[in-house]
T-cell receptor, first 111, second 112 residues
Framework: DAMVIQNPRYQVTQFGKPVTLSCSQT?????MYWYQQKSSQAPKLLFH???????NEADTPDNFQSRRPNTSFCFLDIRSPGLGDAAMYLC??????????FGPGTRLTVT | QQQVKQSPQSLIVQKGGISIINCAYE??????FPWYQQFPGKGPALLIA?????SEKKEGRFTISFNKSAKQFSLHIMDSQPGDSATYFC???????????FGTGTRLTIIP
């Protein structure tokens, strides 16, 4: 089945230790998104790629970066995680401006 | 103007009853309104969506009602079941815009 895959599902990192989360998709969608979701809150868009064009949200901290080496893969890098970065990180994809499909998420814990 | 206001924040409904969640928006440029269902520890799943050229869309037990003049839309879950217990998010997107604006979410609990 075509899908959005996120690895790992659970990630524990130490305060200040860089971490990378990955997302892959078999839907061949040209748009990929990264969201941060904290408990009992709506997903908050961090950035997205429209094809190769990177779009950063104005309030996304500089601590968060992303790479999209090809259509299928996208990575979220957190350079120096703080305790406040503990959250669920969601990857989503869409074809142009149509429906967005979310992956299962990566739960990040910062110790 | 970009906000989508969702209510109630939480909702308890008896099994077999009708669950109703409401959303309101200000931006008249919004032209696509999806609803997402999210179970604990999972990613949001697209449930049903509507465009403003229709006033109602039904898929199984789930119905979206849309009132363009009032700039409101709602999700109705008929014959609510315990398996429907989840958090529901409404969202909206403008024409030609690939980004969604989410409501704040409603935690729905269906009790036996």
């Amino acid at each position: 089945d075509a899908m959005v895959i996120q690895n790992p599902r659970y990630q524990v990192t130490q305060f200040g230790k860089p971490v990378t989360l990955s997302c892959s998709q078999t839907l061949n969608h040209n748009v990929m998104y990264w969201y941060q979701q904290k408990s009992s809150q709506a997903p908050k868009l961090l950035f997205h790629y429209y094809d190769k064009d990177f779009n950063n949200e104005a309030d996304t901290p500089d601590n968060f970066q992303s790479r999209r080496p090809n259509t299928s893969f996208c990575f979220l890098d957190i350079r120096s995680p703080g305790l406040g970065d503990a959250a669920m990180y969601l990857c989503a994809t869409s074809r142009n401006t149509y429906e967005q499909y979310f992956g299962p998420g990566t739960r990040l814990t910062v110790t | 103007q970009q906000q989508v206001k969702q209510s109630p924040q939480s909702l308890i409904v008896q099994k077999g009853g009708i669950s109703i969640i409401n959303c309101a928006y200000e931006n008249t440029a919004f032209d696509y309104f999806p609803w997402y269902q999210q179970f604990p520890g999972k990613g949001p799943a697209l449930l049903i969506a509507i465009r403003p050229d229709v006033s109602e869309k039904k898929e199984g037990r789930f119905t979206i009602s849309f009132n363009k003049s009032a700039k409101q839309f709602s999700l109705h879950i008929m014959d609510s079941q315990p398996g429907d217990s989840a958090t529901y998010f409404c969202a909206a997107r403008g024409f030609g815009n690939e980004k969604l604006t989410f409501g704040t979410g409603t935690r729905l609990t269906i009790i036996p």
